[in-house]
């Protein structure tokens, strides 16, 4: 069984940074493909960011140059710099034994929230 565990979130307030951490954790035996969503209040979820086992990554548009996807083995990173209040929602990990994914895998962390408020 695999388990992803999350940090980081919080509130910051607008122009400011974070930094989310999530581990696959459990019986792992490859690289995963991991990647990060987030669900604002009465929307659907959606992709922030993705990375491949070979650093391929997939980032929303909104977010290219302000967010940074990383990863280190079964870690992934969510560098977020000049925060918008529009960037408020709960932060979901994501990750797929399929280490070429881009989009939605199987597994998902529990969620961290982030809000960007004054």
């Known amino acids: 069984q695999v388990q992803l565990v999350e940090s980081g979130g919080g509130l910051v307030q607008p122009g400011g940074s974070l930094r989310l951490s999530c581990t696959a954790l459990?019986?792992?035996?490859?690289?995963?493909?991991m990647a990060w969503f987030r669900q604002a209040p009465g929307k659907q979820r959606e992709l922030v960011a993705a990375?491949?086992?070979?650093?391929k990554t997939n980032v929303k548009d909104s977010v290219k140059g302000r967010f940074t996807i990383s990863r280190d083995k079964n870690t992934v990173y969510l560098q977020m710099n000049s925060l918008k209040p529009e960037d408020t929602a709960v932060y979901y990990c994501?990750?797929?034994?399929?280490?070429?994914?881009?989009?939605?895998?199987?597994?998902w962390g529990q969620g961290t929230q982030v809000t960007v408020s004054t």
């Open positions: 994501n990750a797929d034994p399929d280490p070429d994914r881009l989009t939605a895998g199987v597994l």
């Open positions: 459990g019986n792992i035996f490859s690289i995963y493909a």
């Open positions: 990375i491949t086992s070979s650093g």
